[in-house]
């Protein structure tokens, strides 16, 4: 069984960073498309980055130099590395994953991915 737990979530000021992460577990991390996910208040889930089983990443434009994932496939994890936050970056943050592979220009759309995470929070002052 699949589960994806997301972790490191928390309040900073704006300028400040934030390392989330996502432990997976029912499977292997490094053989399937693996995304991060952002929903904020009254605003429809959106695509953050993305890293594919080549280690492909892909970047939703607001993120583009300021956020990074990466994964480390000794811990099955799956981490957001992200800089320079802004008030907008506000959410909950999920991270997803699938068995099928997720058609490249497509790994940041919510629709194609099947297991996630319950979430967390990440809120950014100004």
């Known amino acids: 069984q699949v589960q994806l737990q997301e972790s490191g979530g928390g309040s900073v000021q704006s300028g400040g960073s934030l390392r989330l992460s996502c432990a997976a577990s029912?499977?292997?991390?490094?053989?399937?498309?693996m995304g991060w996910f952002r929903q904020a208040p009254g605003k429809e889930r959106e695509g953050v980055a993305a890293i594919d089983s080549d280690g492909t990443t892909n970047y939703a434009d607001s993120v583009k130099g300021r956020f990074t994932v990466s994964q480390d496939n000794a811990k099955n994890t799956l981490y957001l590395q992200m800089n320079d936050l802004k008030s907008e970056d506000t959410a909950i943050y999920y991270c997803a994953t699938d068995h099928e592979t997720v058609v490249a220009g497509q790994t940041l759309v919510p629709g194609r991915y099947t297991y996630w995470g319950q979430g967390t929070q990440v809120t950014v002052s100004s």
């Open positions: 029912g499977y292997i991390t490094s053989s399937y498309c």
